[in-house]
């Protein structure tokens, strides 16, 4: 089982680690580091790249939040701790998309890979917080304070529609790395300086 789990911890995180934001604007000759807010998510490469690259940027960080910790409550073999360390490897692939080892760690906000990683879990808890999502950002105009509201809640709501437990604590490491992640946008909302996404201006 040890040897098991640490390779498939080894796997999440390297495969949370594919800049596919980078991949994808490096393809359309640019380097969205470069341009807007210089994160590699798919936020900024809509922004910078149109919406079409920016949804594609989406479903590949959601994918390899989702795939890596399908196939490890496969691989692993059942046990009492089994959830956990699914949910373990779960949490090493949004540390791979944060701290890329293919750029010297310096990687995403992590919120659509979480999101692939919860939609594995709790399927119901995301329907639910993708509503807070959405209801937060049309107010507000900031993708970060919806995606902020939406992680936040994330962990409570998959106690209450699931009774996981089992994967709380690795939800709950995942939730406080993206507000500390978001920590510059907390700054801007409190002073008034984020910008809307309504005015198409980068965060």
């Not at 098991?4 to 495969?15: D, G, K, P």
């Not at 949804?55 to 046990?79: E, Y």
């Not at 999502?133 to 106690?159: D, E, R």
């Amino acid at each position: 089982m040890t040897i098991t789990f640490f390779a498939a911890l080894l796997v999440s995180y390297l495969v949370g680690a594919i800049p596919f934001g980078l991949l994808f604007s490096r393809r359309a000759g640019m380097d969205v580091r470069r341009e807007g807010s210089g994160n590699i998510g798919a936020t900024n490469v809509t922004r910078v790249l149109g919406k079409k690259l920016g949804i594609l940027t989406l479903l590949c960080d959601v994918a390899k939040g989702f795939i890596p910790v399908f196939l490890a409550s496969i691989i692993l073999p059942h046990g009492d701790n089994r959830e956990l360390f699914v949910g373990l490897c779960g949490l090493a692939t949004v540390l791979g998309h944060m701290f890329p080892i293919y750029l010297s760690f310096r990687g995403g906000k992590g919120v659509a890979t979480a999101l692939g990683v919860f939609l594995y879990f709790s399927p119901w808890a995301i329907f639910t917080v993708l509503f807070v999502f959405v209801a937060v950002v049309a107010v507000t105009g900031f993708v970060s304070a919806g995606s902020l509201a939406a992680a936040g809640l994330i962990p409570l709501c998959i106690w209450l529609l699931d009774g996981n437990t089992s994967v709380l604590l690795p939800a709950f490491v995942i939730v406080v790395l993206i507000w500390i992640k978001h920590s510059s946008n907390i700054a801007r909302i409190c002073r008034g300086e984020e910008k809307s996404w309504k005015t198409k201006s980068s965060q």
